[in-house]
């Protein structure tokens, strides 16, 4: 074999369908491209064997340290993962399965969205949710557009609570766009109550937070939601589902749209991605959500059914004047949420949450007993917590990488004045041991 | 066949999956009551054994490549080799946390990953003829929004005013809509006869204020545009910007470089020519790539090579758009593509194109006395035919049905929008000679019976789970998630 295109026609099928169509030469096939257009130079090496493919590979992999112990997190969390959810989605019939444009050929994604949408509303404490987005930064910057479509106003406010990663991201995308972007600065930890009263008024269209904010604080957004809601704008919240499993729900503190990174709920790491992007929504608000949408319908029988919903919002119906650019979901991440969420079920999840908030509250007691160590802020948390150190924090966290600790992450990177603050997460894997080892650890260092 | 329950109604109060360790370390717990959720989520309470039969049974209602021919026009639904899943299911790739190569001197936990995207950065351009990529964009759409964004980057840096995107009516929606989202009016043009873009329209409708052209490229006809050079130059002429929209990429790959060609910037859909898995609608990933004036512009972070053959994160770039994707991009699909395209190597480039372009020529001839071809010639890797020819009171839907109902997913219908009952077929190069007859026989079949017994398509299908969904019920109803308890 000369090549490895994954093709499946030998030389002689390939032979007697070129004759079938006419044409002397795969060349030949491509003489409606000019010439002088093609190319046969191309720097790139020759096909390798799977074999010498997986050698090569494994040989990159190696150059990774895997075996950390971590405590970074900042919005992204190493959670165990059932065995289960990795063998199901691996099935075939859902992984090379494509939009279900047909849905009678395509049930088993329409149903597993439909859970899906019906967990995340469940978790949020909302009325419906979508199929899914890319990720929880892009899923929040689609929340904010569809409060500014919602209120048909440009002015946006962001706590600084909300991840610094997500607000990077925001300021590029709103960057072209007729919007006005004014950051709200935290308060001790907290969203400014006096700050956003200042400036909330009718040209805010919409209102950004996170709970639990970045530096891991918990607040009952509740009041500060009623301001906004007095100005008649529209309050988009940020959080992290695992906490959902114990604390208020944005439902519950009134909020209108909720997004988030569902990477916690059965995604590896993985390097930053594939992730999952959720959004979920009052119903009376859905026709300005973006995304896809599954419903439940009948078929001509009168048996239950799943549909793509409500397209008239979308891209290729709408095409300019679409909710969104967005085309696709990412249906094998929602499927591995839906499936996690099964696994754990109603009482396991909640455990799940409780084991992540025992490990925080044990870390906060044993790392702020350490000499020069003191909490960033005075506040509840769920599973992360900042700390100030003596010392620069990015200093601290390269000399316990040696120790095979990754501890947790300078919030330096992106709040001036904070070089020396560290933020420490902690889930349900890590244990006590590894906290107290943590503690020494950092402890010989300052 | 009986209806499938949903999860929910499966559940039985006290049931559970897994078991949480019940260890606890702290005396107490650390929330206050107030910031407490008042109860439970109701998520399903089931067994282990419960979930794995009800998600197993779930994906036997799809169909999948892995199960059936899906000859999905635009998509190019090829087969996905495991070797690729095996590849980016490695513990020492997915277990890395994004934010470690920020720590300081973090790049060393993570190198056989940034070594990973940079060596696929740099195959990617030298097959798209480009400067230089970014890897981010988490989705073909996603990686168009970015292009937009680089092209207002451009021009604002040059002190140009620009207002518009010209985009032609064949494009994917997602064009249109991305370059509105970018903050530019989209000016469409229509299509000649040929499908092409009308090109005296066109250069009617090019101006100073044109910031670029989306063109998809060979179009969704699956035909490459003759004066494409004619466009570009006269696109550069006023310092626009063109742009090459990769979704038919797999039509010639290894043949044409679009940055050779003269275009600035181009996205590709790793999921289609670079064979990721659709996974059910995502996840995918956009590549984009820029030619040389636009590499400022690239967002950050960029993956660089030290003298040292280190790789490193960079973020000193001033004229950059700043961040569109939280890390790196979707980087276990990335690992995917790199996979594939190492196995694929030089000669794969082009023998996965010939052979895809053989494959849609093939079927094309077959069904051109059965169906109206839009193209008169040759096409490259899909070809489009209208349903028109069916007899009457007979669709395109109706014959997509009838295609469920023989054992294969249905071709794309009604796109693009300007060839009436729209049928569009992209076989891939990843089918045999075999299931491509079988599939032409049952088209032929369908064609034939359309016009003698048009009633039995209108009823199909009926071998599927379900029959035709009433959709105009689902948006109106408004049944967005499941309100009721366990069983």
């Known amino acids: ?446 | 066949m009986k209806n499938m329950k949903l999860i929910y109604e499966l559940s039985s109060k006290g049931r559970g999956g897994v078991r949480i360790p019940e260890d606890r370390i702290s005396a107490e717990d650390i929330i206050p009551v107030e910031l407490l959720r008042s109860e439970l989520a109701e998520l399903p309470e089931v067994s282990e054994s419960e979930v794995v039969r009800h998600y197993t049974r779930l994906s036997r209602l799809n169909y999948s490549v892995d199960t059936h021919f899906y000859p999905l026009g635009s998509c190019t639904m090829k087969h996905n080799p495991r070797a690729c899943e095996a590849a980016a299911s490695l513990p020492e790739l997915c277990e890395t946390h994004p934010l470690w190569p920020q720590l300081r001197h973090g790049g060393l936990l993570t190198q056989g990953s940034l070594q990973l995207l940079y060596s696929l950065e740099r195959m990617l351009s030298e097959i798209t003829g480009l400067a230089e990529f970014t890897l981010q964009p988490l989705a073909g759409s996603h990686g168009e929004l970015t292009a937009v964004m680089m092209m207002a980057a451009y021009h604002r840096d040059r002190g140009n005013k620009k207002t518009h995107i010209i985009i032609p009516d064949s494009a994917h929606g997602t064009n249109p809509a991305s370059a509105a989202l970018g903050g530019y009016e989209v000016v469409t043009i229509p299509s000649d006869a040929s499908g092409d873009m009308d090109i005296d329209l066109f250069k009617a409708a090019l101006n100073d204020e044109t910031a670029g052209v989306m063109l998809t490229l060979p179009s969704t006809l699956g035909v490459f545009n003759p004066r494409v050079k004619e466009i570009i130059d006269a696109v550069h002429a006023v310092d626009g910007l063109m742009y090459y929209d990769g979704a038919n990429f797999n039509a010639i790959m290894g043949r044409i470089k679009p940055g050779e060609l003269g275009f600035d910037l181009c996205h590709l859909n790793l999921h289609k020519s670079f064979s990721t898995p659709h996974g059910g609608g995502g996840p995918g990933t956009g590549p984009v790539g820029v030619c040389e004036k636009l590499r400022p512009y690239l967002p950050i972070s960029r993956v660089a090579k030290t003298k040292d053959g280190t790789c490193t994160l960079d973020y000193d770039f001033p004229k950059s758009i700043g961040y569109i994707a939280p890390f790196y991009g979707n980087f276990s699909i990335l690992v995917r593509a790199y996979a594939y395209l190492l196995m694929l190597g030089r000669e794969g480039l082009r023998g996965t194109s010939d052979r895809a372009v053989l494959n849609a020529n093939y079927v094309q001839e077959k069904l051109r006395p059965h169906f109206t071809a839009v193209s008169p010639g040759r096409c490259l890797h899909e070809c489009v035919f209208s349903g028109k020819s069916l007899g009457e009171g007979v669709h395109t839907l109706d014959l997509a049905k009838a295609l469920l109902d023989r054992g294969y997913h249905a071709p794309t219908i009604y796109f693009p929008l300007n060839v009436p009952e729209a049928i569009m077929i992209e076989p891939t190069e990843t089918e045999t000679k075999e299931t491509l007859d079988a599939f032409c026989a049952d088209m032929i079949e369908i064609a034939e019976l359309s016009k003698t017994d048009p009633a039995a398509l209108h009823h199909a299908p009926v071998t599927t789970p379900v029959g035709r969904l009433n959709e105009v019920a689902a948006a109106k109803n408004m049944d967005l998630t499941y309100t009721g308890g366990a069983k």
Request: charged residues 20%; glycine residues 8%.
């Open chain 1, 1 to 446: 074999m000369s090549h490895t295109s994954f093709a499946c026609t030998s030389s002689f099928d390939e032979e007697a369908m070129l004759q079938a169509v006419g044409a002397e030469s795969f060349d030949d096939l491509f003489s409606q491209i000019p010439a002088d257009f093609q190319t046969d130079s191309f720097d790139v090496a020759s096909g390798l064997s799977e074999m010498e493919m997986m050698q090569h590979i494994r040989k990159l992999a190696r150059k990774n340290s895997s075996d950390l112990t971590n405590f970074c997190g900042a919005g992204f969390y190493d959670h165990f993962i059932p065995a289960a959810v990795n063998s199901l989605t691996s099935r075939g019939e859902f992984f090379t399965a494509y939009t279900p444009y047909q849905p009678e050929a395509a049930q088993g994604t329409l149903q597993a969205a439909y859970e899906y949408q019906t967990a995340i509303a469940r978790l949020t404490g909302m009325e419906v949710s979508n199929a899914s987005l890319y990720d929880g930064g892009t899923a929040l910057f689609e929340g904010l557009m569809m409060a500014l479509r919602i209120t048909k106003r440009n002015r946006v406010l962001v706590d600084t609570g909300v991840s610094p990663i997500y607000r990077t991201m925001l300021r590029s995308y709103t960057r072209n766009l007729k919007i006005e972007y004014v950051e709200v600065p935290l308060s001790d930890g907290a969203a400014d109550r006096a700050a956003f009263a200042e400036q909330l008024n009718d040209q805010v269209g919409a209102v950004l937070l996170q709970n639990p904010n970045f530096f891991g604080c918990l607040d009952d957004l509740t009041d500060l939601i009623e301001q906004v809601h007095a100005v008649k704008a529209v309050a988009v919240l940020s959080t992290y589902p695992i906490a959902l499993g114990l604390v208020k729900t944005p439902g519950e503190m009134g909020a209108d749209i909720v997004t988030g990174e569902g990477q916690s709920l059965g995604l590896p790491l993985s390097f930053g991605g594939p992730y999952l992007g959720f959004m979920a929504t009052r119903k009376k608000l859905v026709r300005n959500m973006p995304g896809r949408i599954v419903g439940a319908t009948q078929d001509d029988q009168g048996r239950r059914g799943f549909v793509l919903t409500l397209q008239a919002r979308e891209q290729h119906i709408r095409r300019e004047k679409a909710a969104s650019n967005i085309c696709t979901n990412t249906q094998l991440c929602a499927l591995r949420s839906i499936i996690y969420l099964s696994l754990l079920g109603k009482q396991g999840f909640a455990d799940v949450s409780r084991q992540c908030m025992d490990r925080a509250g044990y870390a906060w007691t044993r790392l702020n007993a350490i000499d020069g160590v003191e909490p960033l802020f005075d506040r509840p948390f769920f599973n992360e917590f900042a700390i100030k150190l003596p010392k620069d924090a990015g200093d601290v966290v390269s000399d316990l990488i040696e120790e095979g600790i990754a501890a947790g992450f300078p919030a330096g990177r992106y709040y001036e004045g904070m070089e020396n603050v560290l933020l420490c997460a902690f889930t349900e894997k890590r244990t006590k041991m590894e906290i107290d080892i943590l503690a020494a650890k950092l402890e010989a260092v300052l």
